[in-house]
Nanobody
Framework: QVQLVESGGGLVQAGGSLRLSCVAS?????????MAWFRQAPAKEREFVAA????????YYADSVKGRFTISRDNAKNAVYLQMNSLKPEDTAVYYC????????????????WGKGTLVTVSS
């Protein structure tokens, strides 16, 4: 079992930045998991944002955030981060941290553990 807790959400003006954090806890070593961020805007389905493999050397991004968002992880702190720059009103959503067992796959459709989310609101 893995517990994930997100933080760092809030209200920011368009063009601003936020850094989301997700800390994992549980019996299984953090390095066993690939990590990802998803988001769900009001009245929309949850969508993939970014992901990172166990070592941090493999990163993946949705086209909508490429060049603006950066995912990273610190295995010593059991943490994954999402640095969000040049935020737009359409980035407004609840952002979820998710984990799955590291298999070497670059598919992020199925995740094993989810956090409860943190709200990001971008005003125009």
């Amino acid at each position: 079992q893995v517990q994930l807790v997100e933080s760092g959400g809030g209200l920011v003006q368009a063009g601003g930045s936020l850094r989301l954090s997700c800390v994992a806890s549980g019996r299984t070593a953090f390095v066993n998991f690939a990590m990802a961020w998803f988001r769900q805007a009001p009245a929309k389905e949850r969508e993939f944002v970014a992901a990172i493999n166990w070592s941090g050397r493999g990163t993946y991004y949705a086209d909508s955030v490429k060049g603006r968002f950066t995912i990273s992880r610190d295995n010593a702190k059991n943490a994954v981060y999402l640095q969000m720059n040049s935020l737009k009103p359409e980035d407004t959503a609840v952002y979820y941290c998710a984990a799955r067992w590291e298999t070497g796959s670059s598919s992020w459709q199925t995740m094993d553990y989810w956090g409860k989310g943190t709200l990001v609101t971008v005003s125009s």
